[in-house]
């Protein structure tokens, strides 16, 4: 609790102007970034203070946040690496918090793609399958579990195109360059349906939770903009934005 207050009184400071205009830099696991740039938007309006934004695998940034990679803050796609980054000492304890619980879909530009079946028939007729790369991406890995839970992984894995990461994942089925795959809901969805094409909205009961985690960094510790965007991620403006990318909160 007394963290939070900190945390408040220093949003009303920027907010006020008491502080020049800095800069905050957030590492944002790639299912994210569209409502990042919104978000960054959002705050950039409010206190005039800059959000540089790098997205990427989670578990790649993990793996440039261990290496010294120069952030703020961390917002995965799962809890797993911010929870080892904190018992790492790369991040600050207690300032993790979960700003987002992920959907999956399987997704194409081409119509017909509404329901499990759709995905069954599409392992028979189609030619490739786009996955992100489950070593670091969550919802790779999400992807993984549902073909496992519906008994046809060893049927699919022939056909499997992995991308780097979910923004990867999605370049490849929008440019047709692969015909299906599994990607965030968020990539996809806008003003409340699918944007473009067809998408079968996944079922959580068939893949891990895709709750995705945001921590401070040991970086960001003495960056009152990093505190303060944290907090702001926290609001109902921010949580309204967030849902409307189709997370849940």
Request: aromatic share 10%.
């Amino acid at each position: 609790m007394i963290y939070l207050k900190k945390i408040l009184l220093i949003l009303i400071l920027i907010s006020t102007g008491n502080v020049h205009a800095k800069e905050v830099k957030v590492a944002v696991a790639s299912n994210f970034y569209k409502p990042m740039l919104q978000l960054a938007k959002q705050f950039s309006d409010t206190t005039g203070n800059k959000v540089v934004v790098s997205a990427g695998a989670t578990g790649a940034l993990y793996a440039q946040i261990k290496n010294g990679a120069p952030f703020d803050l961390f917002l995965a796609a799962d809890q797993k690496r911010p929870i080892a980054l904190e018992n790492e000492n790369k991040a600050v304890l207690g300032s993790r918090f979960t700003y987002a619980q992920g959907q999956l879909a399987f997704w194409s530009k081409q119509p017909g793609y509404t329901n499990k079946q759709s995905f069954i028939d599409a392992i028979s007729h189609v030619e490739h399958i786009a996955i992100a790369n489950p070593k670091n991406a969550p919802y790779g890995a999400a992807s993984i579990d549902v073909m496992n839970k519906l008994g046809v992984y060893k049927q699919t894995q022939p056909k499997i195109v992995e991308g780097h990461n979910i923004g990867q994942t999605f370049q490849y089925i929008s440019s047709e360059t692969v015909d299906c795959g599994f990607v965030a809901l968020s990539q996809v969805y806008l003003n409340g349906k699918i944007s473009e094409g067809s998408a079968w909205l996944v079922p959580s009961t068939l893949h891990r939770e895709l709750k995705q985690d945001a921590i401070l960094l040991q970086q960001g510790e003495k960056n009152p903009v990093a505190q303060s965007f944290l907090t702001f991620l926290q609001s109902e403006p921010a949580k309204r934005t967030i849902r409307s990318f189709g997370y849940l909160i």
